[in-house]
């Protein structure tokens, strides 16, 4: 039987994907789910069961709504608290997030849970006040910043994951974090990483700059409509380039703000390579300013069909919305590669678990 998942910030559903896909996991079946992004929600119950609703967490529990029972909660609370690209953070309302997350561990009786965060929630004050939370509801806590490329994402995103024990779950026996089964450099005998090349070279040019009305994978394998100045901005940048091959190759349609500032950004305006993984995939990756975000060898930004796969989705899987609502879907989610690696050992506890009981 199907251990029972409630997903909160759940978004398209990239980490129930990896808990409940026979693909990456399939230990687990999603009960519920809660987001306040409706195209999310529509795209995450088309996926899992009309099981999700569309509402802020905080003014839903206000609500005091029945709660269903389940084994373990995920989610990833809005992780713009705790960013590196977040400033201005002291004071973030968005931080304390993880505090109705536990409340929903609390009322439905999980046994488990799982945070995804960004790395710097792991060195954060709410790190610690996750825990003393936790230990007051008699759950053990692992954390670690794990790498999304070491478990088959071909994407260097790295994530600190938090895990969650009742105090009868022998957290002793926990294999955390999940030994990788791909590295760098092939050591220990793992697989290598998997690269750009690996999951998007196969795709031929895209065509149009709307959604398109076919089959995967080409209906998301559309471009945009630069403009002369950023088609010859793309020109100008080599293979594995960026921004600053870009001031000297074309000084001229160089923004003024980037030829000022003389250091940092290497990412900004910069080609992907074939045979490395993809950086992280944000949700403005269809603008080439925001990041590592152009195609290899074309000169355009990677279209949504790439981004898609170079987060670990399966072409299968359908996302529904506009294009911007689709891109943030994608760039928010969880690496389903990462989330199946996951759930696999919480699994693992869980039949243990069971075997003693009986």
């Known amino acids: 039987m199907p251990l029972k998942l409630i997903d909160l910030f759940a978004g398209a559903g990239g980490l129930t994907l990896g808990f409940t896909d026979n693909r990456f996991s ?7 789910g809660v987001d306040n992004d409706e195209a999310a929600v529509e795209t995450h119950n088309h996926h899992f069961g009309r099981h999700s609703i569309c509402a802020n967490i905080e003014e839903w529990l206000a609500g005091n709504p029945k709660i269903p ?79 999304a ?23 002793k026996e926990l294999p955390f974090p999940p030994s990788p089964t791909h590295s760098k450099d092939c050591k220990d005998g793992l697989q290598q990483w998997r690269t750009v090349g690996n999951v998007i070279r196969d ?17 998301l394998h559309f471009g945009r409509n630069p403009t002369s100045m950023s088609l010859e901005r793309y020109k100008a940048v080599p293979k594995g380039g960026n921004r600053f091959d870009l001031q000297e190759n074309a000084p001229h349609i160089t923004p003024k703000c ?14 992907l390579w074939w045979d490395r993984p993809s950086v992280t995939i944000r949700t403005e ?37 506009s294009k911007i609502e689709i891109a943030r879907q994608i760039g928010n989610a969880v690496p389903p590669n990462l989330a199946g690696a996951i759930a696999k050992t919480v699994a693992g506890i869980f039949r243990k678990r069971r075997g003693r009981a009986a």
């Open 69 to 147: 029972e389940a084994d373990i909660v995920i989610g990833g609370p809005p992780c713009q608290g705790f960013s590196l690209l977040n400033k201005k953070r002291h004071g973030d309302a968005r931080r304390s997030l993880w505090e109705p997350f536990l409340d929903v561990v609390e009322r439905s009786g999980a046994r488990a849970f799982v945070i995804e965060n960004v790395q710097g929630l792991l060195k954060s004050p709410e790190f610690l006040e996750i825990c003393e939370r936790a230990k007051q509801l008699q759950f053990e806590v692992r954390a670690d910043i794990l790498n």
């Open 26 to 32: 399939g230990d687990f079946q999603c009960i519920f």
């Open 258 to 271: 980037w030829i000022r500032k003389k250091s940092g950004g290497t990412d900004l305006f910069g080609r």
């Open 149 to 171: 490329a070491d478990y088959g994402a071909p994407q260097t995103r790295k994530r600190t994951i938090i895990i969650g024990w009742k105090g009868d779950m022998l957290m």
């Open 285 to 321: 990756f269809f603008k080439p300013e925001k990041g590592r975000y152009l195609h290899p060898e074309q000169h355009r930004p990677i279209t949504h069909r790439e981004a898609a796969r170079l987060m670990g989705f399966p072409d299968d899987f359908v996302f529904l919305g």
């Open 203 to 219: 795709l031929p040019k895209p065509k149009g700059t709307e959604i398109r009305n076919c089959a995967p994978p080409l209906d």
